[in-house]
């Protein structure tokens, strides 16, 4: 018995280096710069919260980051949702558009960035369309700008939102659309009173991801934006207080104001979900 | 299905409409992927590209050009390096901890299953601040060392979220035999173990090499000058274009998507697409 028990532990055991990995590598650099963030280079304890919060400079970036990451998560989720719906029967479609959503995710940020300079600039294939169908007399300004780190947005995290959605919707037992359609429900009814039920926990989660992904979006602010105006979000002014200033403990308390924001937006969310929904999830999946 | 088709009522207008619409939608997405894509591509080839469809003439000489400029061989090695022993480690740390989950129950499991799934769920650079502090502090940063720990954050939980479901659906009753016939731990994991779970360790891999190779922020954040991997060179080269012809830039943005591509169909001939995204669909909810 004693050598039987021995052997669970042992077998336990092999979580430890995993385990170590994780608390060592991840909540451990957590702890030590929510500590740092409270011993600024100069000032009391709370110098750096209250040099965030007094300076326009740096506290406007909680808005700016905002004002790109919600309207972008809305668009991606909005989209990703119907379409996503009426691609769930059809397989064979299914897998050629997913292999094809993987390619901006695979290939990364950075690239989609420096592709959408091409492609969207002056001298780009989009400006060259619209000017050429007599849309626009002169090339529309999409890089530099707002509109080009909401462009990349979504290229970037629509694919994502799309394919979390499309796993939501398949892993619906499809015998609940088919009993309401029995019973006379069209596609559109059984996508209100059905699907969109089952899918709300699906879609809370899909939300918070692209919205916590797109909240710390760096690469394509600051090749692809403005970012010293309109696309200063905050993951530049962490990036320039740590590797600009040298000043870690700033660094470290606006990465704690980024992971606050990140966390009360995906609360709210997680909450409105529970105020709409009823009954278990896992239900439909029998 | 036959039930569900017969008795859905005949499409309406709306419906049509409906469905055009998303058709339309997926199409123009995909079409400015590809245009992004191809005008990058274009570009790289081209002699001079100024306010025509297509360049005046082709030429590959951008290609020697960015080789030299960006010492490619030098930072296509480097990223190798990296990846592949990245990939190793988690392998190394994250099977023996997913085989720990998937075969016992011991106090705490949920913690640990929250504690993997935190840093998939964090975005990279709301951690990455912290850590490249700590690293830094720790001499470990600006070295390959440091970029190959901190690329362990995210790769090794996504090794043990990957691999849990894969262990638990293997028998153990096939361990429990080999035991019975007199099998140590040792012979049980090369005889009986290695074989069974190979296919899903190559998966796993070939996950965590693509995510990788595409890591940009936290090698960004910890790489030193002999320490940048591809995509952070090209992050360099488009956020410092002024200074080169956007062809150079381009080429070497061709490079990293090539290199990027020849893994990704390697990949996806044994993994399905969405496992690049939904990694999160496991989630410890039981």
Known sequence: ?286 | MSVAASSVPRRSLGDRFWSTAMVVLIAFFVVNVFGVITSVTVSSFATRWLGTWLPSGWTTRWYSAAWAEFQLDEVLLVTMEIVFIVVALSIVIGVPAAYALARRDFPGKKAVLLLFLLPLLVPSITYGIPLATVLYQARLAGTMNGVIVANLVPTVPFVVLVMTPYIEQIDPRLEAAARVFGAGTFRVFRHVLVPLLAPGILAAALLVLVRTIAMFELTFLTAGPDSQTLVVVLYYSVFAAGVRATQSVDAMAVTYMVTTLIWLLIALRFVNPTQLVTRVKEQPKK
């Open chain 1, 1 to 286: 018995m004693t050598a039987v028990e021995r052997q669970l532990d042992r077998t336990a055991l092999l979580a430890v280096p995993g385990i170590l990995v994780v608390l060592l590598l991840f909540i451990y650099p957590f702890l030590h710069g929510l500590v740092l963030s409270f011993e600024p280079k100069e000032g009391g304890g709370l110098a750096n919260y209250l040099r965030f919060f007094s300076q326009p400079f740096l506290y406007n970036t909680i808005a700016t980051t905002l004002w790109v990451a919600i309207p972008t998560t809305l668009v991606n989720v909005g989209l990703a949702l119907p379409i996503a719906f009426g691609m769930r029967r059809n397989s064979a479609w299914q897998r050629v558009l997913t292999t094809i959503l993987v390619l901006p995710i695979t290939l990364g940020t950075v690239l989609i960035a420096e592709g959408l300079l091409t492609y969207l600039g002056p001298q780009g294939w989009v400006n060259r369309l619209l000017i050429e169908s007599g849309l626009a007399s002169s090339p529309i300004r999409l890089t530099h700008n707002y509109w080009g780190v909401f462009l990349a947005l979504i290229i970037a995290e629509f694919p994502f939102a799309f394919l979390l959605i499309l796993s939501y919707v398949t892993g619906i037992d499809p015998a609940l659309p088919r009993a309401a359609a029995t019973l006379g429900a069209g596609p559109r009814r059984q996508f209100l009173h059905v699907y969109l039920p089952l899918l709300a926990p699906g879609l809370a989660i899909t939300f918070c991801l692209c919205f916590v992904q797109a909240f710390s979006v760096f690469p394509s602010a600051v090749l692809l934006g403005a970012p010293a105006g309109p696309t200063r979000v905050i993951a530049i002014a962490a990036y320039t207080a740590a590797f600009e200033e040298y000043d870690y403990s700033m660094a470290s308390a606006i990465a704690m104001i980024m992971g606050a924001v990140q966390l009360i937006i995906v609360v709210a969310v997680l909450a409105l979900r529970g105020a709409f929904y009823r009954g278990p999830a896992g239900g439909a999946k029998g």
